[in-house]
């Protein structure tokens, strides 16, 4: 089966630091992404791991422990702009050599002055 | 230039209707996705093509029909519209790798509203 879990809402300070959780339980794994969504727009890229330990890219970092079936996405010096819903998605093991992807329900973060 | 485009944007229609749904991609990507977003903002996978042949076809209704004329376009038609199908439908497109999982390029979604 697969299951992938995040929280449903977080809220944090403008300038704060804020980390969100995702746990997965695939029947294999090949990857793990990270998407951003504002309301009413299309999702879109932040990050991809593979290999277990920490990517950085500017504000936004994401790590992966595949032992332990689990990731988080952490914003650093946040800005009102980054309110918006974090999905966490898996690519499980090729069917055939295809990206399928399978997403968790999204966190929802507000972030306030 | 828009990467991944999708119209109509929006579109409000009765039940019982017939009514498509178009995307194109200008990426030379040779996978094309569908995903519904339903109101809990879950995104679920219903079809993918590659290179204008079906490769994942999940649980969806039969009256939910995608076509692909070519890698560049994936449209999908939904036939005899009920209530429940009101959610908003994502396209998207990626790139295919052997051990490599390619992320998505996701059009701008199509918020479609069955009344």
């Known amino acids: 089966g697969q299951n992938i879990d995040q929280p449903t809402e977080m809220t944090a300070t403008e300038g704060a630091i804020v980390q969100i959780n995702c746990t997965y339980q695939?029947?294999?794994?090949?990857?793990l992404f990270w998407y951003q969504q504002h309301a009413g727009e299309a999702p879109t890229f932040l990050s991809y791991?593979?290999?277990?330990g920490l990517e950085e890219k500017g504000r936004f970092s994401s790590f992966l422990s595949r032992s332990k079936g689990y990731s988080y996405l952490l914003l650093k010096e946040l800005q009102m702009k980054d309110s918006a819903s974090y999905l966490c998605?898996?690519?499980?093991?090729?069917?055939?050599?295809?990206?399928?992807?399978?997403f968790g329900a999204g966190t929802r973060l507000a972030v306030h002055p | 230039d828009t990467a991944v485009s999708q119209t109509p944007k929006y579109l409000v229609t009765q039940m019982g209707n017939d009514k498509s749904i178009k995307c194109e991609q200008n990426?030379?990507?040779?996978?094309m996705y569908w995903y519904k977003q339903d109101s809990k903002k879950f995104l679920k996978i219903m079809f993918s093509?590659?290179?204008?042949?079906?490769?994942i076809n999940e649980t969806v209704p039969n009256r939910f029909s995608p076509k692909s004329p070519d890698k560049a376009h994936l449209n999908l038609h939904i036939n005899s519209l009920e209530l429940g199908d009101s959610a908003v439908y994502f396209c998207?497109?990626?790139?295919?790798?052997?051990?490599?999982?390619?992320?998505?390029?996701f059009g701008s979604g199509t918020r479609l509203t069955v009344v």
């Open positions: 990426l030379g990507h040779d996978t």
């Open positions: 791991n593979v290999l277990d």
């Open positions: 998207a497109s990626s790139q295919q790798g052997q051990g490599i999982h390619y992320g998505y390029t």
């Open positions: 998605a898996v690519g499980p093991p090729f069917s055939g050599g295809y990206n399928k992807l399978i």
């Open positions: 695939t029947s294999g794994f090949n990857g």
């Open positions: 093509y590659n290179n204008k042949e079906l490769i």
